[in-house]
């Protein structure tokens, strides 16, 4: 592991830190750490940086709420640029978005399915449960309420079983319908995907020769 003085501060004191979000990989935000803020991050696992335009340590959330809470911090093979690893607590833009990297200056083209990630779908989903939309699907199963979406995930299942007795393809439709409702469940219940994979993750059990599965059949 790295000691803090084994990293290089430019003439100012200060290196550049990016943040980037731990479950989805999206980059975040870059501000600027001195050894103190650097030293509290380490020690509270919480986001801290030098302003400055203001001349003064900046623990990020302090006044928003918006807590980035550490997970894991890199730093480059030069030593003079940090990667931090967060689970945020809210926006880290000001502005109120997720990221504060939003404005193309070269879009990437790219084919509709690189473009989509359950992570993504799973806010926009969330959404529509914060701001309700006149005519989305997404935002009547909300307003319906959790009994609907129930029955929802209910008649999915039963689609999913048929279509699994006939055709591959048409199992990939009915599969992908009833993920989608499940995130819809999990948005109603303040359920986030991390729960689920953490969840997963425990229900093994890994010896020497074999991964036992611990879930019951």
């Given at each position: 592991?790295?000691?803090?003085?084994?990293?290089?501060?430019?003439?100012?004191?200060?290196?550049?830190?990016?943040?980037?979000?731990?479950?989805?990989?999206?980059?975040?935000?870059?501000?600027?750490?001195?050894?103190?803020?650097?030293?509290i991050s380490l020690d509270k696992k919480l986001a801290c940086f030098w302003s400055r335009s203001r001349k003064e340590l900046?623990?990020?959330?302090?006044?928003?709420?918006?807590?980035?809470?550490?997970?894991?911090?890199?730093?480059?093979?030069?030593?003079?640029?940090?990667?931090?690893?967060?689970?945020?607590?809210?926006?880290?833009?000001?502005?109120?978005?997720?990221?504060?990297?939003?404005?193309?200056?070269?879009?990437?083209?790219?084919?509709?399915?690189?473009?989509?990630?359950?992570?993504?779908?799973?806010?926009?989903?969330?959404?529509?449960?914060?701001?309700?939309?006149?005519?989305?699907?997404?935002?009547?199963?909300?307003?319906?309420?959790?009994?609907?979406?129930?029955?929802?995930?209910?008649?999915?299942?039963?689609?999913?079983?048929?279509?699994?007795?006939?055709?591959k393809r048409e199992a990939v439709y009915e599969i992908s319908d009833l993920i989608y409702h499940m995130l819809v469940l999990?948005?109603?219940?303040?359920?986030?995907?991390?729960?689920?994979?953490?969840?997963?993750?425990?229900?093994?059990?890994?010896?020497?020769?074999?991964?036992?599965?611990?879930?019951?059949?």
């Amino acid at each position: 592991m790295l000691d803090i003085n084994e990293l290089k501060f430019d003439s100012n004191g200060l290196i550049p830190a990016i943040l980037i979000d731990d479950d989805s990989g999206d980059v975040l935000m870059l501000a600027y750490m001195n050894r103190e803020s650097l030293q509290i991050s380490l020690d509270k696992k919480l986001a801290c940086f030098w302003s400055r335009s203001r001349k003064e340590l900046w623990l990020k959330g302090e006044t928003s709420g918006n807590y980035q809470h550490i997970r894991e911090i890199k730093a480059d093979c030069d030593r003079d640029t940090l990667l931090v690893y967060v689970k945020p607590d809210g926006p880290a833009c000001h502005l109120g978005n997720k990221s504060c990297f939003v404005d193309d200056l070269m879009p990437r083209e790219k084919e509709q399915h690189e473009k989509f990630t359950i992570c993504g779908l799973m806010e926009l989903i969330k959404t529509r449960k914060a701001q309700k939309v006149e005519g989305s699907y997404t935002s009547y199963l909300f307003d319906k309420g959790l009994d609907k979406i129930l029955k929802k995930i209910g008649e999915e299942s039963s689609e999913v079983i048929i279509a699994a007795k006939n055709d591959k393809r048409e199992a990939v439709y009915e599969i992908s319908d009833l993920i989608y409702h499940m995130l819809v469940l999990m948005a109603e219940m303040d359920i986030e995907i991390p729960d689920i994979i953490k969840e997963l993750a425990s229900r093994h059990v890994i010896d020497k020769k074999v991964k036992q599965e611990t879930m019951k059949a």
